[in-house]
């Protein structure tokens, strides 16, 4: 039996619930599970694969005792969902997992179909049996974090200087290098491709507001939902700014995108920019106040009287 599998079975003692994750997604992937029995857990699994953020089913979980097994980024964010009071920190039990990096699983199934059997032992990727260019592969996300871990699930260490060409950074650089005019230009290419299925704030931790999402209510009517570049806009302009100073840069809003939209880059710049003006970043510290969510109440009408 793995550790981790008798983890969770400890956990599950005293929770009677874990969100983890099972091999039996197509082509042997992870696929998310809610673990309640000892003999559940026993297929419990974590390999790079595990690419979900489980956190997201947090909120909808609250009030009851839960563990979770999450790895680094996915810890942040339940850290963030507690300092913001929508995760009981007492109710929570985090089974956290090591790992460098996980494979964009949807880049491999694009360049060799849907359903590809997946094998990966951290240094040696294959796919459908043939080896494959491993690099290539990794989740852009993982390509600088600095959470990875020392050594690989292998064991072996991960030499220096061995990471990958990180075509993020060359895209950050890119962006960085536009006039103002430019970028809006670059964004409205990307909004272009929207189709408006929301997948970007499904798979956010941080949008758990869905009951009263201005983006879905009908009655007021706040937003079309027309899939066309000026409302794709608008659309990203109310989830970033919701999203100010709560945004854990966990990247599941991109990985879920089914067009490809770099929205890394939209949330980077705008916690580049918290950063600087409240000296905060979201996921560190579960007793912070999140800058915007914190207010004071002076005098008793509107008008500031
Ligand atoms: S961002 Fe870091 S912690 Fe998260 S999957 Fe990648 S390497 Fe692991
Ligand atoms: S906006 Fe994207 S990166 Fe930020 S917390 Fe949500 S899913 Fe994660
Ligand atoms: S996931 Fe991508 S395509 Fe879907 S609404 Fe969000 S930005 Fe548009």
């Avoid at 197509?26 to 699994?45: D, L, N, S």
Wanted: charged content about 25%.
């Amino acid at each position: 039996m793995s550790e981790l599998v008798s983890t969770i079975q400890k956990v599950l003692a005293e929770t009677g619930l874990v969100l983890g994750w099972s091999a039996t997604g197509a082509g042997g992937v992870a696929a998310p599970e809610r673990f309640h029995t000892a003999e559940e857990a026993e297929v419990a699994i974590f390999d790079s694969t595990c690419v979900h953020n489980l956190s997201v089913h947090l909120p909808r979980l609250k009030g009851r005792a839960v563990g979770i097994v999450a790895k680094a980024c996915d810890a942040r964010s339940i850290v963030e969902l507690i300092a913001e009071r929508e995760v009981d920190g007492d109710q929570v039990r985090v089974i956290e997992v090591s790992c460098t990096d996980t494979l964009d699983v949807k880049a491999i199934w694009r360049r060799y179909g849907y359903g590809a059997l997946i094998e990966d032992d951290g240094s040696e990727l294959r796919v459908n049996g043939e080896p494959v260019e491993r690099e290539a592969f990794v989740q852009a996300k993982c390509l600088d974090c600095e959470d990875r871990q020392p050594a690989t699930p292998a064991g072996k260490p991960v030499p220096s200087g061995s990471k990958p060409a990180n075509a993020r950074q060359q895209l950050r650089e890119d962006f960085q290098a536009m006039s103002v005019g430019e970028r809006r230009a670059f964004w409205r290419e990307q909004y272009a491709r929207c189709i408006r299925c929301h997948a970007c704030r499904e798979a956010c931790p941080m949008c758990y507001c869905r009951d009263v999402c201005i983006m879905q209510t009908t009655d007021p009517h706040w937003t079309g939902g027309g899939i066309n570049t000026a409302e794709a806009e608008m659309m990203q302009l109310i989830r970033v700014n919701h999203l100010a100073g709560r945004c854990t840069a966990c990247g599941e809003c991109e990985r879920a995108c089914p067009v490809g939209i770099p929205l890394m880059l939209l949330m980077e710049e705008q916690n580049r920019a918290i950063e600087e003006m409240f000296d905060y970043r979201a996921g560190v510290d579960p007793e912070a106040k999140p800058p915007l969510l914190t207010f004071d109440i002076k005098g008793d009408s509107w008008d500031g009287e």
